[in-house]
């Protein structure tokens, strides 16, 4: 037993070593690594940059960004969002490029009347189009508690995630004409904002500024980019290789699981959208 253990022991460490040395981990400090774009004191940093706290009032919302910008790599970030009755808020938080054909990876909470569910907003602009909306419920009250939302992007794909459970994969498709981001780098961004004339119900509900100012909290903002090619597709998904060009089994299985129960909108479901035949994508 004592003998496995340590062969065990071994061989984890040998493969701690080798991943270490395939990525480069960086746990952000919002201070060091964020610049407020907007909002002014509606936005604030705390604990020597380990929090970040956006609020919104009838006047304005208030946002930051990324110093830096990345090529590929896993991000993950903590959020809790706005309590209460938070209807006609919309926290933002995405990849960016810039310019008129810029790529975009987007994770968007639309609020809700207290009780009422939230919705998770997903969308992939390429090459400055978009139009690749997937919209879900959460499997759990998001404003309770910090939840992790990250985004793992390599050349392969794009997957959205939620606590470490897939809830979207964008397919690199070239090979069939669909543009994929892969040369322009992107900040990150966060951002609150009232979007009452579309976010809750379409728009029905409106803001209720009696309850403002609304603030959602940033943890644990973490991200990884890779040193050299970005790929590796003999390492398992879930023992943390995010570079994997596979899903594992468990994780195919929590994406279903997802898709199945908690979508709520698949732009490649959307006949009467595309009555002339759906984007190449949604075939793959
Ligand atoms: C808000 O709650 C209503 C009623 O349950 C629901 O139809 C809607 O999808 C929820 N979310 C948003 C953002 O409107």
Request: glycine content about 8%; some cysteine.
């Amino acid at each position: 037993m004592a003998f496995s253990n340590n062969a065990l022991c071994m061989v984890l460490l040998v493969s701690v070593m080798m991943m270490s040395s395939l990525m480069v981990t960086h746990g952000g400090n919002f201070y060091q690594d964020c610049d407020i774009t907007w909002g002014d004191q509606r936005a604030k940093m705390f604990n020597g940059g380990q929090l970040l706290s956006l609020s919104l009032d009838k006047t304005s919302g208030s946002g930051f960004r990324s110093k830096k910008e990345y090529l590929f790599g896993r991000i993950d970030m903590q959020l809790k969002l706005v309590a209460g009755n938070s209807a006609g808020t919309v926290t933002t938080y995405y990849l960016s490029s810039e310019g008129p054909s810029h790529d975009e990876i987007d994770f968007e909470f639309l609020g809700n009347l207290s009780g009422d569910p939230y919705i998770l907003h997903t969308n992939v602009f390429t090459q400055g189009k978009g139009n690749r909306e997937q919209q879900f419920y959460l499997w759990f009250d998001p404003t309770k508690n910090f939840h992790t939302y990250s985004i793992i992007w390599i050349p392969h794909h794009i997957i959205f995630l939620v606590d470490d459970t897939p809830i979207r994969v964008f397919k690199n498709g070239e090979s069939i004409g669909v543009p994929f981001p892969k040369n322009q780098p992107m900040r990150i961004y966060s951002s609150l904002w009232n979007a009452d004339d579309w976010a809750t119900r379409g728009g029905l509900v409106k803001t209720d500024w009696t309850k403002a100012p609304f603030t959602a909290n940033y943890r644990n903002f973490n991200v990884q980019t890779c040193s050299g090619t970005c790929t590796s597709s003999t390492t398992s998904f879930s023992s943390g290789a995010w570079q994997s060009q596979e899903l594992d089994a468990y994780s195919r299985r929590r994406l279903r699981w997802v898709q199945k129960y908690f979508m709520i909108y698949n732009y490649c479901t959307d006949f009467k959208r595309f009555p002339q035949g759906f984007p190449p994508e949604c075939r793959q």
